[in-house]
Each structure stands twice: as structure tokens, then as C-alpha cells.
């Protein structure tokens, strides 16, 4: 198959470029939602830049339960608008990257005394199919008992009276926004990861016209000139709005988010499930490969939004869900492999409970023009961009007298495409197998590389023929550290156990038993000290100890 062409991002070219060049669009936040402004925004014409504080996806867009899916809990509280927006919006995302945007069948269990009734919940999956535009195979169906406890034996079979199945999607949302920030490069974007918004930068009319930044890697400061600053950056859009002295009117409403992650043969679900929760929520159980993941929580969230921790309150919460919806697997502490814990940055309702508010987005235009955009799904993150991207096409039209082009990302496939639909996916699966078996691999890492990365596991590969060893799967690690290092702007290996690979979550095991080798291999691709790896071999280790481990005085 043909070599995929990369654009390679050297950090110091792309300061330079950022010093140099005035920008028709700067973004703030290197998450989903700014990751899709960029992309809209470039590839409409706009010169566009993108700074991220951190790495790209290390806030919400790396914690949330990786599902691109239609929010059916909406419908009871009447928001229709939502329901079909991001119902629609599954199946174009999923032709933009099926590789990383996976059908995933849904199992909704009808329980005595529950939330869902069969009649409503028929009806309701009903509506759901009309208003997301459902077709074929994927239209929902209603189970009886017998038939849900076949699909999914270990259901509460004493007060289970049946089931709805329907169709959604699961995917990793740091992998999304990281090609999506990818895809935008071959339109002239310039992204930025490590480089923190201090201040804005003003013309004679007050109006923002730039951004002060902080290189977090060097400590060195430098201004970033543009027409119109977007702020995308989730939780702390309040932050950069009192910076801006324009937090005025609407605020964020933070609240967090737990998931626990179990091996699968732990909890054994055949597909995911949406199940009852006794206080009257509903969570997600959801098998991924080697793991099973579970969540989520919604608490008030008003602490530190850079440190995220899972206490024993979510653990036990999450704990006791799965326990008395699975009453045959009696999960413990001991049991949990992983955690993530993130924040979703919605729009404060007064009188409104956590579950009750809306997840709908806004636009906030402060007087000095700098737009902010919060709220909104993972789903939705295409539409969130067009709306943002229109009024700023709007504004150089009435403004500039310029006109750009029309939206078109519902055609942009994604880097790591193009693949015709789900089944050339698979299709494509099995030939990567084919090529890694008989090396020793399991089915699992041919999958895992292809949903991961798609065809950009050719490249990986070639990689991996270059590096020696008596372990394939070390070999297989490094290979797709040279790839991040190379293609994807990586500055530390925490990043790329976390948001690159997403193992520290799904495949933890491998983190202990490899980091020792990228840590040597970091050490020569980035000539960095002795010191500097010590560092960074804390962090891993912390990070470890972080996501795995649960004690009384993290409540």
C-alpha cells in the first residue's frame, strides 16, 4: 500500500511561523472542539493558529466515556433539538473516521420499578431513530427477557422484563482530536501544544487583536497577532474571560465526571449496556479489548481544575452500580485496573440539579470581540465549529469585505483514512493481522493498532522493522513513540502513554513493563539529561499509582 505523506512539526519552525505571521483566526484550547474550530476554519481559507496550555486532549477531550453518541437521556427532558443534532451527527462522523469511530450496539435492560418502561422506551428509541435519522440494521429493536439475557447473560435475570438494543458509536476522543488537529495542518493551520494564553492583545478600539503566550517548555513569552481570538478551552473559558475583564452575565458550571476501568474478564459484558442506577441515574458499561470501563458520575466540581482525582466516593459509587445491575460479578477495590476522572464545562442554570443541565453549547461575545464557546457533547464538536466559524466568516465579510468558503468537514476525511465504511475497516483489520501474527502478535494488537491509528499503522510498522529486540510488543511501543515524536508534536512520554496511545487507561500493564524502554528511547530522540528522565520517570509512576490505586484519603 502506498507510504502515508506527513507534514512533520518541528516546535521551533511553528514558533517562528506563529511570531511571523498575522493570523486571520487564533483558538484558544487544544481540546475537540478547538481542534474542529481549526480544521473548519483553515480549511474554509482562514490563516489559522491554535494554542493549547498543555498537551492536545489533556482536558475534557481526553475523560470522557468515548462515545459519539445521540444522548438518548435527552429525550426525557424534551430536548429534541439536541437529540437529532448529534444523532445526525454519529453517522458523519463516522464516515469521516470509521477506523476510529466504531459501531457500537447498545443494550438498554428494562428493570422492575426502573427509569425506562418497555411502552415509553419504545416509543423513545422510536423517536430516537426518527429525530438521528436511524437506519437499516441499526434501528432499534425491543427485546424480551429471554432474548436480553441471551444477548447478556449476566443482566439481573429475577427483575429484568426486557431490553431495548440500538445502535451507537465508541471511539478515543484524544485520538479524534489529535487527527483532527492533524487534518487541519493540510489546510495551513499552525497548532501549538505547551503554550499558555496570559493576556490578549488590543488595537486602539480595545478590540482583541492577539494573544500574549508562554512557551511552558522554555518559559519564554511571545505575542501571536490575528483579526479574531476564539476561546475553546473548555473548563477554563472563565478563566481566559477574567483575563479578558469580560466575565460577565452566563458562567460555566463544572462538574466531574469518574470512570473505572476493569479487566475484562472481571465484567464480561458482551456489548455495552446503559443500566439503572438506584438515586436515578444511568451509566455506561463498556468493553474495550482487554478492559471493561464503567461510568460515569456527575458531581459539582469547584476545585482544581488542573488536578482531577478519582476519591473513594466515586469508586464506591460506581462500584455499587455495577454490583447491583450484575449481580452475579461482585466487583472490589482490588479489581479496578484504571481510572479517568475530567470536567464538562457546562452552562450554569440556576435551580438546575447537575443530571437536569442542558448540554446544549453557547457563544459568548465579549465587547472587547473575543468569542468564547463552551457546553456542548463530544458528538457534537463539527456542529459546534460551524456555528462559531460562521459568525467569524460573517464578521470578515461585514468587516473585511472578504468572503470564505462555505463549511464542508462533513466531506474532510480524517488522517489515518480514507476508508469507505466500517467494513473496509475490518477488512483492513484483517490484513494488518495477516502481516503481524506471524510475528508473534495477537489479533487484539492488529486491532488495536488499526483503530488507533488506521492507515497510519503502516508507518508504524515500517518503524517497528527498524528497531531491534527479543520483545515485539517493546519494539512495537517504541515504534509508535518514533511516530508521535515524529508526526504529532509530542513533548513528553506521560503525554504519550495518556493522549497518544491511550494505554495508561486501557492497557496499564504495558505502561509498567515498557516505560523503562521509552523512557531510554525518549532520552535519545530528544537529547534530553539524566535529570530531566528521572523527572520524568516519577511522573509515569505517579501517573500509575494515580489512575490504579484508591485510598480513604483521596474521599
Avoid: C
Amino acid at each position: 500500500m502506498k507510504k502515508i505523506e506527513f507534514t512533520n512539526l518541528k516546535r521551533s519552525e511553528t514558533i517562528a511561523t506563529l511570531k511571523e505571521t498575522e493570523f486571520d483566526l487564533i483558538v484558544i484550547g487544544g481540546g475537540i472542539t478547538g481542534a474542529g474550530i481549526a480544521l473548519d476554519a483553515s480549511s474554509r481559507g482562514m490563516k489559522v493558529a491554535l494554542v493549547e496550555k498543555g498537551d492536545y486532549a489533556s482536558g475534557t477531550s481526553s475523560r470522557s466515556t468515548k462515545l459519539i453518541h445521540g444522548g438518548l437521556r435527552y429525550l426525557k427532558q424534551f430536548d429534541f433539538w439536541l437529540v437529532k443534532e448529534v444523532g445526525s451527527e454519529r453517522a458523519i462522523v463516522h464516515k469521516l473516521a470509521p477506523h476510529l469511530v466504531l459501531p457500537e450496539k447498545m443494550l438498554l435492560p428494562l428493570i422492575e420499578n426502573g427509569q425506562y418502561g418497555k411502552w415509553l422506551t419504545s416509543i423513545g428509541l422510536k423517536v430516537y431513530d426518527i429525530l438521528a435519522q436511524v437506519e437499516g440494521e441499526d434501528k432499534r429493536k425491543m427485546l424480551e427477557k429471554k432474548e436480553a439475557m441471551k444477548l447478556e447473560p449476566l443482566l439481573p435475570k429475577k427483575i429484568l422484563k426486557g431490553a431495548g438494543y440500538y445502535a451507537e458509536y465508541r471511539t478515543d476522543d484524544a485520538r479524534l482530536t489529535i487527527e483532527n488537529i492533524k487534518t487541519g495542518l493540510q489546510y495551513g493551520s499552525v497548532p501549538i501544544n505547551y503554550t499558555k494564553v496570559v493576556e490578549f492583545l488590543y488595537d486602539e478600539e480595545e478590540h482583541v487583536s492577539g494573544v500574549i503566550v508562554k512557551d511552558e517548555l522554555s518559559d519564554e513569552q511571545y505575542e501571536i497577532h490575528s483579526k479574531y481570538v476564539i476561546s475553546a478551552a473548555g473548563p477554563w473559558v472563565d478563566d481566559l474571560r477574567k483575563v479578558n475583564h469580560s466575565k460577565k452575565g452566563k458562567r460555566l458550571h463544572l462538574t466531574k465526571g469518574v470512570h473505572l476501568v476493569f479487566p475484562h474478564e472481571k465484567l464480561p459484558v458482551k456489548q455495552s449496556v446503559y443500566f439503572d442506577v438506584p438515586d436515578g441515574r444511568m451509566i455506561f458499561a463498556v468493553p474495550r479489548g482487554k478492559i471493561t470501563y464503567v461510568g460515569t458520575t456527575d458531581t459539582n466540581y469547584n476545585d482544581d481544575k488542573d488536578d482531577i482525582g478519582v476519591n473513594l466516593a466515586d469508586t464506591m459509587y460506581i462500584l455499587s452500580a455495577v454490583n447491583n445491575m450484575f449481580p452475579n460479578i461482585d466487583l472490589e477495590m482490588e479489581d479496578i485496573i484504571s481510572s479517568w476522572a475530567g470536567l464538562r464545562p457546562l452552562i450554569h442554570e440556576e435551580g438546575k440539579s447537575t443530571s437536569e443541565l442542558s448540554r446544549k453549547d453557547e457563544i459568548f461575545v465579549s465587547y472587547t470581540g473575543l468569542i468564547s464557546i463552551a457546553g456542548g457533547k463530544l458528538t457534537g464538536y463539527r456542529k459546534m465549529a460551524e456555528r462559531v466559524v460562521n459568525r467569524i466568516a460573517k464578521k470578515f465579510e461585514e468587516e473585511h469585505k472578504i468572503e470564505f468558503k462555505e463549511v464542508f468537514t462533513d466531506k474532510i476525511v480524517l488522517s489515518g483514512g480514507p476508508f469507505k465504511n466500517f467494513k473496509e475497516v475490518k477488512k483492513y483489520i484483517k490484513t494488518i493481522n495477516q502481516q503481524v501474527m506471524p510475528l508473534g502478535f495477537s489479533e487484539y494488537d492488529g486491532r488495536y493498532l488499526v483503530t488507533t491509528y488506521g492507515k497510519q499503522s503502516e508507518v508504524i510498522l515500517e518503524e517497528f522493522e527498524k528497531i531491534a529486540g527479543d520483545s515485539i510488543h517493546e519494539r512495537l511501543i517504541l515504534a509508535e513513540l518514533r511516530f508521535s515524536t515524529k508526526y504529532e508534536q509530542l513533548q513528553s512520554p506521560v503525554d504519550f502513554f495518556i493522549y497518544r496511545t491511550g494505554r495508561m487507561y486501557f492497557d496499564i500493564d504495558s505502561v509498567r513493563k515498557h516505560h523503562e524502554a521509552v523512557l531510554k528511547e525518549f532520552q535519545r530522540l530528544f537529547k534530553v539529561d539524566e535529570a530531566t528522565i528521572s523527572n520524568y520517570q516519577d511522573a509515569i509512576r505517579y501517573q500509575i499509582e494515580r489512575h490504579s490505586k484508591f485510598d480513604v484519603e483521596r474521599v
